[in-house]
């Protein structure tokens, strides 16, 4: 019996990587158009050009793989987000980083990721017992956007009359909805951003449109009563 070399043994696994990455893919894709009633292992194995018993080499259930699709989708948004944020200057406003979280947000959902796609059209269909990893992904990722809210709470910048926990669950809640409205066909990716950075900006912020933040004094913060736990 022939023996197999390193060089071959690694080759055979990049190859099985490569395949379980095609599925995922072809998951997502599927997941992101026919929801989770509607998505088929026949139709996974079509878009990724493979025979439907071969799925069953890399996940062991319909479920698992569609597991592993919403997971990533939720590891995707929140790193993607995360990257943006990181390469900012240090000096940027609390209110252009949030902006600058919007942008990337629609960027990935709307533009690169099936799986982002995915996750914010099915995370209200899947059963409970398949989102532990997903859920565990997207109280990072709301915490992210706490942080960004909370950062232009203190320096004064927020409204005084928004409540801060409401303000960002309709923030993250509207720019989801987009994936379920837009068509590139008849609104551009760019006006859906530039739209949704000034409604947010001139909804969020104690300085009037028609005034430049830095002639502006930050209103002094008024304590809010803290939600019930």
């Known amino acids: 019996m022939p023996v197999k070399t390193t060089a071959s043994a690694s080759e055979e696994s990049s190859k099985a990587a490569r395949t379980r990455e095609r ?20 139709d996974i194995a079509d878009q990724a050009q493979l025979q439907a018993p071969a799925i069953y080499y890399y996940f062991g259930s319909r479920e698992e793989l569609i597991e592993e699709v919403m997971w990533t989708g939720a590891q995707r948004v929140r790193r993607h ?16 980083r949030i902006c600058a979280a919007v942008e ?3 960027h990935v959902e709307l533009e690169l ?52 926990r409401v303000a960002h669950l309709l923030v993250v809640g509207a720019l989801n909805w987009a994936a379920e409205w837009w068509n590139p ?21 104690t300085t009037p449109p028609d005034q430049p933040a830095e002639e502006t004094t930050p209103r002094p913060r008024r304590r809010r009563p803290r939600p019930a736990p």
């Open 113 to 164: 990721s099936d799986f982002a796609t995915a996750l914010i059209r099915n995370s209200g269909q899947i059963p409970e017992d398949l989102r532990t990893r997903q859920l565990a992904e997207e109280a990072e990722y709301s915490k992210l956007w706490r942080d960004l809210f909370r950062d232009l709470d203190n320096t004064g910048q927020l409204r005084p009359d928004l409540d801060l």
């Open 185 to 205: 066909k008849r609104d551009t990716f760019e006006a859906v951003v530039r739209t949704a950075q000034s409604l947010i900006r001139h909804g969020l912020s």
């Open 81 to 96: 987000v995360r990257q943006v944020l990181d390469t900012l200057p240090p000096d940027t406003t609390p209110m252009d």
């Open 23 to 42: 599925i995922l893919d072809a998951a997502a894709h599927v997941l992101s158009r026919k929801g989770y009633s509607g998505t088929r292992l026949g």
């Open 104 to 106: 990337a947000h629609l």
